[in-house]
């Protein structure tokens, strides 16, 4: 196996991974690595110094430089010195906002990017400044690089229509392991609600959640996991809505395994979410045969349908409301979803299906 094409991977910033796009990487990587030869470029502020080598993938870990768009702006630019003095068959590079370097990159490679969720929009979390470089970088990259997947079919259709240019849906997927397996034989869901997302702010629409429980006067324990301290306004909004409510905060979860038994206990995952491309943890909430409510944003109502989830409508906490009422009314109905929505995940979205479209791509470009 000495003749593995090297392929430089760009973007996920860290492995372990935490967050839907590297979890996706990663994902990537493990199913490939017995064909490929991978290097991850990684930044001391999402992984430990000591992690040179995870799980057999070697990276290369720079410097942190604070936290926020400088770190990434120095991350991204030290890539790509790295990139264009060492040498690779294959570059991959992640995120549409990274198109900034993708120019540069194809003076030595031929450049597949992953869009993980592009920026037609106005993110609260960003400045003024920061959406428009972002709009920017998408447009570097749909016009320089060679080949563009999207985890996303409405954001395919969304560059085709603002671009006219075709590029490749592969969705995103799960693996279902051995402890995936495990948590499954032992799953006895408790009394609670669980909300998740690795950075919490206004487009994840846990304040839905909060006006729609308190409409509701549902006193059962909602658990929150993940990063509450994005946006201020934005933290001191939700602490004020969870003050008359059975709220426990979690913080971020960074172990797969004690999120993913997190899930498993609950007895109903509420996915709120105002925008997404493709969310890996609404896939693996799904993996864990959790009952879940989600928005019906049209990125949620390409993978799911009624039959395997219960949706409400999008940015309404009244709609919110009644779905809860229904999925407490109805917990047999909800279980059945459930089992449904496993059964397709397991179909249709696990990475040994998927790696292989990727390898496809691969080996045209190398």
Not at 44 to 71: C, D, E, L, M, R
Not at 160 to 174: A, H, L, V, W
Not at 262 to 287: G, R, W, Y
Not at 297 to 305: E, G, L, R, V
Request: aromatic share 12%; net charge positive; glycine share 4%.
């Amino acid at each position: 196996m000495e003749n593995k094409k090297k392929c430089l991977v760009i973007g996920l910033k860290g492995l372990p991974a935490f967050g839907g796009a590297a979890t996706v990487g990663e994902s990537l990587i493990q199913a490939l690595t017995n064909t490929y030869k991978f290097t991850v470029l990684s930044v001391s502020s999402h992984t430990k110094t000591k992690n040179k080598v995870i799980n057999g993938i070697p990276q290369v870990i720079f410097k942190n430089y604070g936290k926020g768009a400088f770190n990434t702006l120095i991350y991204y630019y030290q890539s790509l010195w790295y990139a264009l003095t060492h040498r690779f068959e294959i570059l991959h590079l992640h995120h549409a906002e990274s198109g900034f370097i993708t120019p540069f990159l194809r003076l030595k490679y031929k450049v597949i990017v992953t869009f993980h969720g592009i920026y037609n929009y106005n993110d609260p979390k960003f400045s003024s400044i920061h959406n428009w470089f972002f709009r920017f970088s998408e447009r570097l990259n749909v016009k320089f690089a060679n080949e563009i997947v999207s985890v996303s079919k409405p954001d395919v259709e969304y560059i085709k229509m603002k671009y006219g240019r075709e590029i490749i849906y592969i969705p995103n997927g799960i693996n279902i392991t051995e402890k995936t397996e495990e948590l499954l034989q032992q799953k006895k869901p408790n009394d609670y609600i669980l909300f998740a997302a690795g950075r919490i702010y206004e487009i994840k629409g846990l304040h839905l959640l909060l006006e729609a429980m308190k409409l509701v006067n549902e006193r059962t324990l909602l658990k929150v996991a993940g990063d509450i301290n994005q946006v201020t306004d934005y933290k001191i909004q939700i602490e004020g809505l969870s003050k008359l409510l059975n709220t426990e905060f979690l913080g971020l979860i960074k172990e797969k395994n004690e999120l993913m038994k997190l899930v498993s206990d609950a007895k109903l995952f509420v996915f709120p979410s105002l925008t997404e491309a493709m969310s890996m943890m609404l896939l693996e909430v799904v993996s864990m045969k959790t009952p879940v409510i989600v928005s019906d944003i049209p990125s949620n109502k390409s993978i799911f349908s009624h039959e395997e989830v219960l949706f409400f409508k999008s940015n309404d906490s009244h709609d919110l409301m009644e779905k809860l009422q229904f999925a407490n009314e109805h917990p047999e109905l909800m279980k059945e979803k459930a089992e449904k929505a496993f059964q397709k995940l397991s179909l249709n979205y696990t990475w040994n299906n998927i790696a292989k479209q990727y390898d496809l791509l691969y080996q045209k470009l190398s």
